[in-house]
Nanobody, 127 residues
Framework: QLQLVESGGGLVQPGGSLRLSCAAS????????IGWFRQAPGKEREGVSC????????NYADSVKGRFTISRDNAKNTVYLQMKSLKPEDTGVYYC????????????????????WGQGTQVTVSS
């Protein structure tokens, strides 16, 4: 059974950077599209970014375009989210999730087609 574990979260000042990792075990990630999602206190979960199984296609929420970069290393069974120019509104718990499909789908941002989820990692952007 596929298990996902996020890491790399923490406290960072506005304008700073973090790199989140999503490590998989129990199954190879080669055939899974992966998404990153976040949830801030009192807010609904939102899609942040996603990547196809090959890494050839990616997508981003408008709020993070130009600041976040998603990538994957299938040899290491890991997906990354590089976050730069962080803002206080980026604060939240970040989750990675896997979809049993090479492609993430047109409604990826809802997360409804992603069946395996990690436990999340906290990102706090504050001075």
């Amino acid at each position: 059974q596929l298990q996902l574990v996020e890491s790399g979260g923490g406290l960072v000042q506005p304008g700073g950077s973090l790199r989140l990792s999503c490590a998989a075990s129990g199954h190879t990630l080669d055939y899974y599209a992966i998404g990153w999602f976040r949830q801030a206190p009192g807010k609904e979960r939102e899609g942040v970014s996603c990547i196809s199984s090959s890494g050839g296609r990616t997508n981003y929420a408008d709020s993070v375009k130009g600041r976040f970069t998603i990538s994957r290393d299938n040899a290491k069974n890991t997906v990354y989210l590089q976050m730069k120019s962080l803002k206080p509104e980026d604060t939240g718990v970040y989750y990675c999730a896997a979809r049993t499909s090479p492609f993430y789908g047109s409604n990826w941002y809802t997360g409804t087609d992603f069946g395996s989820w990690g436990q999340g990692t906290q990102v706090t952007v504050s001075s």
